[in-house]
């Protein structure tokens, strides 16, 4: 029977060191770090996903800045304010909040946030830095936090074979680079795969997203594998549940994430880490 990776416990264990660090860091330089949050229109799952974040901000200490905008919105307005935010001195991190409505192009906005302020990791400038093993970059916070979880199992990734299933730029790519940096062998899954069990079975370390419930079933996962699950779906029921059929898995897998509560609080853990080394290098 797996272990149950408990996301909640490690984010908040992190949390809890980096309010030491915030209130050192608010006492050295004389002001908190900022991270200006911006959300176009009323989606309801960017608004717990923004309350979530802001309530971070006020756990750690970090001084948060919400910018609720129209769903009307026009690029130009959005423009300028992520231009006035990158010149503003205070201000340490920018995130924009996606998805954006559909008049406005996430590809073009995303690229105008400086890439020192990127917490999300999503610049162009910032995924090139991880390719390249730069730690100076703002990595991708899921990612982040899936290394985070998987290393806290104790494994030791040196010759494993990790299997990622799903090549998102936000997820899917980075934590294969991040594997790979941790000297795993890695393969990468999509929905082009040929015969998907064949390859998850000989997982060492499987980590799944893609958003398709249930998608992995104990026929496809290795007696003893490490079992994360990105994936955030609704079952017929109406609860969340995630990309791995848990139940089915679990007894199967040495560590297991559940969802809720496992990959989902260390993401904003790690926007919380992003916004205090970004701080850092701001007042440099």
Same mark, same amino acid.
């Given at each position: 029977?797996? *272990?149950?990776? +408990? &996301?909640?416990?490690?984010? %908040?264990?992190?949390?809890?060191? $980096? ?6 860091? /608010? ?89 020192? *302020?990127?917490? +999300? &990791?999503?610049?162009?400038? %910032?995924?090139?830095?991880?390719? $390249? ?6 990595? /991708? ?112 897998? /040495? ?30």
């Amino acid at each position: 029977m797996g *272990k149950i990776i +408990d &996301g909640k416990a490690i984010s %908040n264990a992190l949390q809890e060191r $980096l309010k030491e660090q915030v209130a050192y860091f /608010s006492m050295t330089v004389g002001r908190k770090p900022k991270l200006a949050v911006i959300m176009v229109g009323d989606d309801p799952a960017s608004q717990v996903y923004v309350r979530n974040k802001i309530r971070a901000c006020e756990t750690v200490g970090i001084t948060s800045e919400a910018y609720k905008l129209a769903e009307s919105t026009e690029s130009s307005y959005l423009e300028t304010l992520i231009a006035k935010l990158n010149e503003d001195r205070d201000t340490d991190g920018i995130l924009v909040q996606l998805p954006l409505p559909a008049h406005l192009n996430a590809k073009k906005i995303i690229p105008l946030i400086d890439p020192k *302020k990127d917490v +999300d &990791g999503f610049s162009a400038a %910032n995924i090139g830095a991880l390719l $390249l093993d730069d730690k100076s970059g703002l990595y /991708s916070c899921t990612p982040l936090g899936i290394m985070q979880l998987i290393l806290s199992t104790g494994i030791n990734l040196t010759g494993k074979h990790a299997v990622v299933v799903g090549r998102s730029n936000e997820v899917g790519k980075p934590i294969a680079l991040m594997l790979l940096q941790h000297n795993a062998t890695v393969t990468i899954c999509h929905s082009k795969t040929e015969d998907l069990a064949a390859v998850t079975r000989t997982a060492d370390v499987l980590v799944v997203a893609v958003g398709k419930k249930h998608l992995i079933t104990a026929d496809m996962v290795k007696e003893g594998a490490v079992v994360i699950d990105v994936g955030i779906n609704r079952d017929d029921e109406g609860k969340l549940c995630g990309d791995v059929d848990f139940a089915g898995v679990e007894p199967k897998a /040495s560590y297991i994430t559940p969802v809720p509560g496992g990959v989902g609080p260390m993401t904003i853990a790690m926007l919380m880490t992003n916004t205090l080394k970004a701080a850092k290098r701001n007042v440099q």
